[in-house]
C-alpha cells in the first residue's frame, strides 16, 4: 500500500507561482509512474501532468504545457509540480496518483491522495 499526501496547495495571484507536494508513504514511490490531476467545481477530474518512476518522461495537458512542470525526488520519496504563470482558470482540487502504468487516464492509477485547494483570484 501506498499513502499519497498532497500539500503546497493554497491561494495564488494571476501570473503568479505555487508549488505542490505529494509524498508518500508506506511504500517507495520510485518504481511507480506518478500523475497529478485536478477537479473543478461540476467538472470531471482532468489530468494535469504525469512523470516515468525514472522521471526520464513527462506528459502534459495542452492547458498547463510551458507553465506547469512536474519533477519527483525518489531518495525524498516526493513528487512535486511547480506552478508558473497561474490562470483563474487552474482553480481546482489537486491530487496526486501512483500507478504502474504511465498514462493520462484516471482509470489506470491504484493509489491517490486526498486533495489540495488551489485558488488563483485577484
Known amino acids: 500500500q501506498v499513502q499519497l499526501v498532497e500539500s503546497g496547495g493554497g491561494w495564488g495571484q494571476p501570473g503568479g507561482s505555487l508549488r505542490l507536494s505529494c509524498a508518500a508513504s508506506?511504500?517507495?514511490?520510485?518504481?511507480?509512474?506518478t500523475g497529478w490531476f485536478r477537479q473543478a467545481p461540476g467538472k470531471e477530474r482532468e489530468f494535469v501532468a504525469v512523470?516515468?518512476?525514472?522521471?526520464?518522461?513527462?506528459d502534459y495537458a495542452d492547458s498547463v504545457k510551458g507553465r506547469f512542470t512536474i519533477a519527483r525526488d525518489n531518495v525524498q520519496n516526493t513528487v512535486y509540480m511547480y506552478m508558473n504563470s497561474l490562470k483563474p482558470e487552474d482553480t481546482a482540487v489537486y491530487y496526486c496518483?501512483?500507478?504502474?502504468?504511465?498514462?493520462?487516464?484516471?482509470?489506470?492509477?491504484?493509489?491517490w491522495g486526498q486533495g489540495t485547494q488551489v485558488t488563483v483570484s485577484s
Open positions: 496518483a501512483a500507478g504502474r502504468t504511465f498514462s493520462t487516464s484516471t482509470q489506470d492509477y491504484d493509489y
Open positions: 508506506g511504500r517507495t514511490l520510485s518504481g511507480s509512474h
Open positions: 512523470i516515468s518512476w525514472s522521471a526520464s518522461t513527462t
